[in-house]
């Protein structure tokens, strides 16, 4: 099936762009009598400013927008469980309060997505199921934006199928918050924050904790953050935002990993130092960036060697190193904006299980741990990108390449373009291509049920789109249909009749899907907003015959619908209904080949917010359905939340 074919259907089956534009087209004749109330948009500054402060560019693409507002109001108590009600996205949790989660864009992998805290890549070369290991609490968050599709010829490789920048922004207005939560399963959370004004230096900090026994046996958590921003803004020098943090997670991972291993452990810790600068003199724009992650990991199949297998002679250990700085420049011109750039990464690891062997370290932490294996890339990543409005025209179209030592040269880039009706009304389309390098772990783990490949090549893709964005003073709407084509994309696999997965290049597997978000705002009534979000994926792949660990086990549909509406005074409540159909198979403890069931979860917060405190109660979960996002890993029936977080200003 070809590109156009593929696109043409999807449209006529299921009259997704065809029945947004009757929407739209409905709503415009409406409002009509209120355009002079509508919200009205400077295309060019949008894209100035867009540039500066956010992931990408609005103008071309549909990028999601999780506001301070939106968050506190959310029936949610970590940033997994936020990101799980955005169309399109797939949050596989394996535990409670984001104890471990992996995050999907668009049916790609965990590995496939790019994530970043205020504008840092920290992402994890090791392995995916670390990227969401952010050392914040969801309260410290000012807002987290999404773009689905890939956006490599900007923020570089592995922003294959999405990217996610989590947000913090210091105030110069003082201020001191704390919070005090708890609930099932005895778990406990303390967080204080505040912003100060040192010498003209905004400073933001916060610490926070969380713990709890779990929800049912070896799922107990120990989490502790810490983090620091400070930024100093001067009138010829710009802008220097300075960024520390910390995070240790411990928890009881029963089955996480593995069915047959039920008493599963792991013990992290993360470290991160960044300094972010930007400048802004005349029509020319500066960035720098230099940055420092660290990240170490021990896994124990047996907790505490509990019960350990005669075979089994020792624990996981890891840590890698990630050093990189970037540097870019833009020039702004009646030609239109054109900005280029180039980035140093460095990705390191030690371990004693991936990499090529080295002499015996130890390793830092580990009371018996060391490191008998290592492995080293550097990445080099330069960048073109120039976009333009001509009247009610939008063009963006870039270039990047990213060579290394062990995977060579690999070069992506593509093209936006916009066309707006009216100042809240525009269609779009785009086609861009990426690049994802192997993890360490797709190139070197092996196990009693695992094998690794050092010989993969990147994953490769082209993605088209088109979509359309659309709104007014009390309503707005998004909706994309895209189609993706992946080559030598990796997946662990095996044949039905073995036990060992193999991480391999499948010769291509492709992807068509849909999303579509409508939010309502609602005057003179109780009931405030209401939001739908609906997407809908196929996937397919020309390699036969073997059973997909990952990448074919995704979201065929999923649908969201959040509702808020005031109670009683300061009193106010948010629903959410989530519906998802999961697609694949798995094989349970006792070896029995199952499929996914779809399931139904209807949670609720109930927020009491007044000038100087705030009182919370979620309830998740409500209709205490059983589920799973990983096969034969149920996660927890009916629980809740309670908290209250006092503001001192």
Request: hydrophobic share 40%; charged share 20%; glycine share 6%.
């Amino acid at each position: 099936m070809s590109v156009s074919t593929a696109l043409f259907f999807i449209i006529m089956r299921k009259n997704f762009i065809l029945g947004s534009f009757i929407c739209i087209a409905f709503f415009q004749t409406l409002s009509a009598q209120e355009k002079s109330d509508s919200l009205s948009v400077d295309l060019n500054d949008v894209e100035v400013s867009a540039s500066q402060k956010k992931l990408y560019s609005e103008m071309g693409r549909i990028l999601t927008v999780i506001d301070k507002t939106e968050i506190s109001r959310s029936a949610v108590q970590s940033i997994d469980q936020l990101l799980d009600y955005v169309a399109g996205v797939d949050i596989r949790q394996r535990g409670t309060n984001n104890t471990q989660a992996d995050i999907s864009v668009r049916g790609g992998s965990f590995d496939q997505v790019l994530v970043l805290l205020n504008g840092v890549n920290i992402t994890d070369p090791q392995t995916g199921h670390f990227n969401l290991d952010i050392p914040l609490n969801l309260s410290d968050v000012s807002r987290v934006e999404i773009l689905e599709g890939s956006s490599a010829r900007v923020l570089g490789p592995n922003a294959f199928s999405g990217a996610i920048n989590i947000v913090t922004e210091s105030s110069d207005k003082e201020k001191l918050s704390a919070e005090l939560s708890g609930g099932s399963f005895l778990t406990l959370g303390q967080a204080v924050s505040g912003n100060f004004d040192i010498n003209k230096v905004q400073v933001f900090g916060s610490v926070s904790h969380k713990s709890s026994d779990g929800y049912i046996t070896n799922t107990d958590y120990n989490f502790l953050n810490g983090f620091a921003q400070s930024v100093l803004k001067t009138k010829d020098a710009g802008k220097f935002d300075l960024q520390l943090a910390a995070q240790f997670k411990d928890f009881g991972a029963n089955s996480f990993y593995t069915l047959a291993y039920p008493n599963q452990y792991e013990s992290s810790k993360t470290f991160m130092a960044a300094l972010d600068w930007n400048l802004t003199k005349g029509n020319w724009s500066y960035n720098a960036q230099a940055y420092w992650r660290q990240h170490h990991d021990r896994f124990e199949l047996f907790r505490n060697n509990k019960d350990a297998a005669p075979w089994y002679k020792s624990h996981n250990y890891h840590m890698t190193d990630v050093t990189g700085g970037k540097a870019s420049a833009s020039y702004l011109s009646v030609l239109g904006k054109t900005t280029v750039g180039l980035e140093l990464r460095n990705e390191h690891i030690f371990s004693n299980v991936l990499g090529t062997p080295i002499d015996s370290i130890k390793a830092p932490f580990e009371t018996n741990g060391f490191f008998t294996k290592e492995s080293n890339r550097l990445l080099e990543t330069g960048l073109i990108d120039h976009s333009v409005t001509i009247g009610k025209w939008y063009f963006s179209a870039g270039a990047a390449a990213t060579n290394s030592a062990a995977f060579g040269l690999n070069g992506y880039g593509g093209i936006d373009v916009a066309y707006a009706f009216t100042e809240s009304f525009r269609i779009f389309a785009d086609a861009n291509s990426a690049v994802r390098l192997p993890t360490f772990t797709d190139l070197y783990y092996k196990s009693a049920t695992q094998l690794a490949n050092p010989n993969l090549k990147p994953e490769h893709s082209q993605t088209i789109e088109i979509g359309t964005k659309a709104f007014q003073t009390k309503w707005k709407l998004d909706a994309a249909v895209f189609y993706r084509l992946g080559q030598n994309v990796i997946d662990w696999v095996k044949l039905p009749t073995e036990t060992v997965w193999q991480s391999k290049n499948l010769t291509s597997v492709n992807a068509l899907g849909a999303d579509f978000t409508f939010v309502y705002y609602i005057d003179n009534s109780p009931f405030k907003k209401l939001s739908v979000a609906y997407s809908y994926l196929q996937m397919d792949k020309s390699a036969e015959n073997f059973d997909s660990k990952y990448v074919l086990d995704f979201l065929r549909n999923k649908i969201s619908v959040s509702v808020n509406h005031d109670i009683w005074s300061r009193l106010s409540a948010t629903w959410n209904v989530g519906y998802y159909d999961r697609t694949g198979t798995y094989t349970d403890a006792k070896n029995v080949v199952r499929s996914f069931a779809p399931y139904a979860l209807l949670d609720c917060l109930f927020l009491w917010k007044s000038r100087t405190f705030d009182l919370f109660g979620d309830l998740n979960n409500i209709l205490n359905a059983s589920y799973a996002d990983y096969g034969g890993l149920n996660q927890p029936g009916i629980n809740f939340n309670i908290g209250i977080r006092k503001r001192l200003d």
